[in-house]
């Protein structure tokens, strides 16, 4: 599914869709998640937060599905739209969920799942990211996704990216068993490969060496021409494990915890499609690695449809309902077991559908709580997501909310948006010159993914309309220096999870990095430079505050704003001071 | 059957029960807390950490064998301590093991870098824990330090997450030597005065926010941040300057001379836990060569190091560690090198809380296996905290989860313990 609207990226946050946001039923999935939240404890409605203002929500909601925060202008006209609040906030989510930034989140949050911030050793890290991007873009369902990753061997330059979970962990054969089960299936199962876990009661041994049993006869190869890695697979071999307590032996094919044993069919013993030599990749007639593929999305594994749901449930919740998110067994169960069966029978259901489903998380109540508390006193269990939960931004979150922020996206937008018109253009009137020709004839490059805008189907059209995919691809060249400048200031160690801590080298470069000092610097475009054309104190308390913490300011915060210009002696000084403060808040630090 | 990836992994630590009913083991921690709380009220002490990394020769340094099948062409030169010898390449340490201790009995059953490096830091195999320059810093550091608590000046470096679980203000911050750290300085543009007014608006904003979303241990990190680069930014003249000329000549013009001059002005100011490491001591090949330079190096600049925290009175509550990640094998390789050794190994100690003079377990003859109280990174872990007289017995609490300070499997070497 393929849903990309030829319009400029604001008009596609702030025009309603029409018959997109209809009205939903009573007894939809976010009703039911509600309901099961609020039935969890008895003194639920005493401890609940209220739903969060508009404001709340808008930032909220954008960060999470476009990884980034909502313009000026787009938070104006949300908190001026009078459509109410339950069909305004649905219009929102769809907007969202059709803009081309919805796939940027989606690479990014993909990226931190299954890479866990691991560095790029054999595959670019560029040609991953756009394999997730594609993917995203296209919605791709979890399971064919989680699938491709896992039958890939690198061999086919094609599909090469797909191989960057396997390669980029050097296909180590105890990280990669490992990572199948804590990231496609939220089982951690290290410990059980020396011994049946002494803790975790639920995870066996034989769970873990059955997992290694798809993945034992596949070995790195390394091409002796190119020295490029791929993935080579055997025929034959078998995977037996003896107990570190107590010397019990066991053997084992290739099964997914208790599930059936996948047996290799008679006959497939040594049988190659390519045999196994110095300069030969191995490829078996039957290769276990694709029943990996297989089983690990099969029907019948329901962990691999509770992890996803608990994962897409900690992205938008700020805490899973499994925690830590790989560690789900009877001894850890979930804070709401019947919740999480829901979610992944519904995900399930929907065929994997991540936006779908993201779209229904959005829309419900315990989406929407305001992250003030009630009491501040109150001891709240943080599980029983009565209040709206911080999420520290990601790094990626981070740099696009500042970019957004301080107005450099914009300028950086504009320009790319002149650079490509003047592309267009020249190529247009290149085109006009030369003697006409079919569409089709003789090219067998076909457009790119992003569909032409409707205008440019008349070739004689002077002006020049340039998608929105494209520019944002454009944009994203851009500012990928900015992105990585981030990333390695503030990712944290390993893969998802929903806690936080920031240090000093973090602090150090949010005071006195240059970066961002050089976009608060005023020019034409930015905020700095349009506050500093405002006159009126209140009106630069209006805009910082609606320009970086998306709302407005309130009467307190009006008047110390005032309060810091009328006592400033340089004004635009004062007005870059102001805006360094705003961005430094814990407010914007986090998703609230 | 692969055994490589041990499992002393966190999640063996917790209790099920904990997970269940998250009160139930936290009231066992906090009966711990306030021991370790009062503890640190007590007396400022600090770690001064030497890291060879690379890996040191044993027998090169603190385990020398001359004349034996494996010993290499070096002797042995007896110490200020009657009856201990160490190697020749370390004359100046001779002269001062009275204040310093040897292991000599480390089996951490791994040859690999990263493994040794961790097992060594973390006190347990495998699994994330804190290192232990931020478990000190956890417990020693007083409120209002002067500095970070887990300084590491180092010309390399991997990106260490040190802190693991605990809090980023424990995590280890990293100096490129003695010059000014990245982003340290205010820019030009910015006044004292501005920088003042905006920090005091800033901190107003962060007090309203604090404690949103019932997660007051997100903002109170992301405001620790700010404080720990403060302190940074005001002692930056720490960094600035050219050191003492006489200092210089004694600990050396060199790159590491300089980082232990610097160590010893951040513990002088207020560090809590200072960490240098001495890069170079993977001497696959001309082992032998190297090791003359390298220790040449460490050997007088240490001492001078040692000596100042001597003659200062600061060597009583400072507990001085000189580690690797393994030794060296005793087999000399076709490249006069010797390889990756984690099987019967040394460091040495001294300071705060050990006893001084010491030689704890032996190797066999030829150095090839350890024949006398064989120990590994876990009780070593636990050794140096019950010197700085934490109970590394007790536990971090977090959130409910209560996780063993050190290994519950290993102990501390108790008869190093003063």
């Known amino acids: 599914m393929r849903l990309l609207l030829p319009i400029a990226l604001a008009l596609v946050l702030l025009k309603p869709v029409a018959g997109v946001a209809a009205e939903v039923p009573d007894n939809g999935l976010p009703q039911q998640v509600d309901k099961l939240i609020e039935a969890a404890v008895p003194d639920f409605a005493e401890h609940a937060s209220p739903l969060c203002s508009d404001a709340e929500f808008l930032r909220r909601v954008t960060l999470d599905l476009t990884a980034t925060i909502p313009s000026a202008s787009a938070t104006r006209r949300f908190l001026a739209d009078t459509t109410p609040t339950a069909t305004k906030r ?48 296209e919605n791709r369902p979890w399971d064919q996704l989680a699938h491709e990753i896992l039958v890939e061997g690198g061999g086919d330059s094609k599909t090469r990216p797909r191989a960057r979970f396997y390669l980029d962990r050097e296909f180590d054969l105890t990280v990669v068993t490992r990572d199948v089960g804590r990231i496609f299936m939220g089982k951690d199962l290290e410990c059980a490969q020396c011994h049946n876990h002494p803790v975790v009661d639920a995870y066996l041994q034989r769970h873990y060496y059955g997992l290694k049993a798809f993945l034992d006869r596949s070995y790195l190869f390394t091409d002796p021409k190119s020295k490029q890695k791929s993935l080579g697979e055997k025929a034959e071999g078998d995977v037996t494990f003896t107990s570190a307590f107590d010397d019990t032996k066991g053997k084992t094919s290739p099964r997914i915890l208790d599930l059936a044993e996948i047996i290799d069919p008679d006959g497939s013993n040594k049988q190659y499609l390519t045999k196994p030599g110095k300069s030969a990749r191995g490829v ?8 990996l593929g297989i089983a690990v999305t099969a029907e019948q594994n329901r962990a691999f ?9 900690a992205a938008m919740m700020g805490r899973g309902l499994v925690e830590p998110l790989d560690l789900a067994h009877v001894g850890n169960p979930p804070s709401h077991p019947e919740l999480l069966d829901l979610l992944g029978d519904q995900l399930h259901d929907h065929g994997y559908d991540m936006k779908w489903f993201l779209g229904q998380l959005a829309r419900t109540r315990t989406y929407q709580r305001s992250s003030l508390t009630r009491d501040a006193s109150a001891k709240i269990a943080l599980k029983q997501f009565a209040v709206g939960l911080l999420k520290p931004l990601s790094p990626e979150q981070y740099a696009w909310a500042t970019m957004e922020a301080t107005g450099m996206l914009a300028s950086t937008r504009s320009s790319a948006r002149k650079k490509l018109e003047s592309e267009a253009a020249k190529a247009q009137a290149k085109q006009a010159k030369m003697p006409k020709k079919t569409p089709q004839a003789g090219s067998d490059k076909k457009p790119k993914a992003d569909p032409k805008p409707d205008k440019t189907d008349t070739p004689s059209a002077v002006s020049i309309t340039i998608s929105t995919a494209a520019l944002e691809s454009a944009v994203d060249k851009a500012v990928a220096g900015h992105i990585k400048t981030f990333v390695t200031q503030f990712a944290s160690d390993g893969g998802q999870k929903t806690s936080f801590s920031a240090t000093a080298p973090q602090a150090l470069f949010l005071v006195n990095g240059a970066l961002v000092r050089e976009w608060l610097k005023p020019t034409t475009t930015n905020l700095t430079g349009r506050l500093s054309k405002l006159n009126d104190p209140t009106a630069v308390a209006e805009e910082l505050y609606i320009g970086i913490l998306n709302r407005p300011p309130t009467a307190s915060e009006r008047n ?12 635009s000084e004062a007005i870059i001071e102001l805006t360094w403060v705003l961005l430094l808040s814990a407010e914007f630090r986090f998703n609230h | ?38 503890e640190l009220q007590k007396k400022q002490k600090r770690v001064l950490q030497v890291y060879l990394q690379g890996g040191v020769s044993q027998l ?8 034996t099948r494996y010993g290499g062409p070096f002797r042995a030169i007896p110490t200020s301590v009657p009856g201990m010898h160490i190697s020749e390449l370390l004359p100046h340490s001779a002269q001062r093991m009275h204040l310093m201790s040897i292991v000599r009995g480390i089996n951490l059953k791994t040859n690999s870098h990263h493994d040794g490096r961790l097992f060594m830091e973390m006190g347990r195999r495998a699994g994330k824990f804190p290192y232990i320059g931020s478990v000190a810093a956890k417990y020693l550091m007083p409120e209002n330090a002067p500095l970070p608590g887990y300084l590491h000046v180092t010309t390399r470096g991997l990106t260490d997450f040190t802190n693991a679980f605990l809090d980023a203000r424990y995590g280890q911050l990293k100096l490129a030597g003695p010059q000014v750290p990245a982003n340290l300085i205010r820019p030009k543009a910015v006044t004292a005065d501005a920088a003042r007014r905006s920090r005091t608006l800033l901190k107003r904003l962060n007090t309203r926010f604090s404690g949103r979303g019932g997660q007051k241990s997100f903002t109170d990190s992301y405001n620790a941040s700010f404080e720990m680069a403060e302190k940074l930014m005001a002692r930056r003249d720490l960094f600035e300057g050219e050191p003492d000329g006489k200092d210089l000549d004694r600990y050396g013009r060199h790159p590491f001379g300089r980082n232990c001059l610097l160590a010893r002005t951040l513990l002088e100011n207020g560090g809590t836990v200072v960490k240098v490491t001495h890069h170079g001591y993977d001497t696959h090949a001309e082992n032998f060569n190297f090791h003359l330079e390298q220790l040449g190096e460490f050997d007088k600049t240490f001492c001078m190091l040692l000596d100042d925290l001597n003659d200062s009175g600061m060597l009583d509550s400072t507990l001085v560690m000189i580690y690797s990640e393994f030794g060296r094998t005793p087999k000399i390789n076709v490249r006069y090198g010797r390889d990756h050794w984690g099987t019967a190994w040394s460091i040495a100690l001294g300071g705060q809380g050990i006893t001084p003079g010491a030689i704890v377990g032996a190797t066999n003859k030829d150095g090839t296996e350890v024949s006398e109280r064989e120990v590994d990174g876990g009780h070593l872990f636990h050794t140096y905290l019950q010197a700085l007289g934490i109970d590394s017995t007790a536990y971090h609490t977090l959130d409910g989860r209560s996780v063993p300070i050190g290994d519950p499997t290993r102990q501390p070497i108790q008869e190093l313990l003063a």
């Open chain 1, 305 to 313: 449809r509770l992890n996803i749901a608990n994962r897409l449930w």
């Open chain 1, 560 to 571: 110390e704003v005032i309060d810091y210009l009328a006592a400033a002696s340089d004004r």
């Open chain 2, 1 to 38: 059957m692969q055994r490589d990836h041990g499992c002393h992994r966190i999640d063996h630590e917790f209790s099920r029960r904990g997970f269940l009913a998250s009160g139930a083991l936290a009231g066992v921690a906090s009966l711990s807390s306030p021991t370790v709380a009062h």
């Open chain 1, 90 to 137: 649905a219009r929102l989510i769809d907007r969202l969920l059709i803009s081309p930034a919805y796939a940027r989140r989606m690479q990014y949050l993909l990226d931190w799942i299954l890479m866990e911030r691991r560095s790029s050793e054999n595959i670019p890290s560029v040609a991953w990211q756009s394999y997730l991007r594609q993917a995203a873009t």
């Open chain 1, 284 to 291: 078996p007639r039957y290769s276990r690695r694709k029943q």
């Open chain 2, 60 to 67: 090169e340094s603190w385990d020398p064998k001359p004349g």
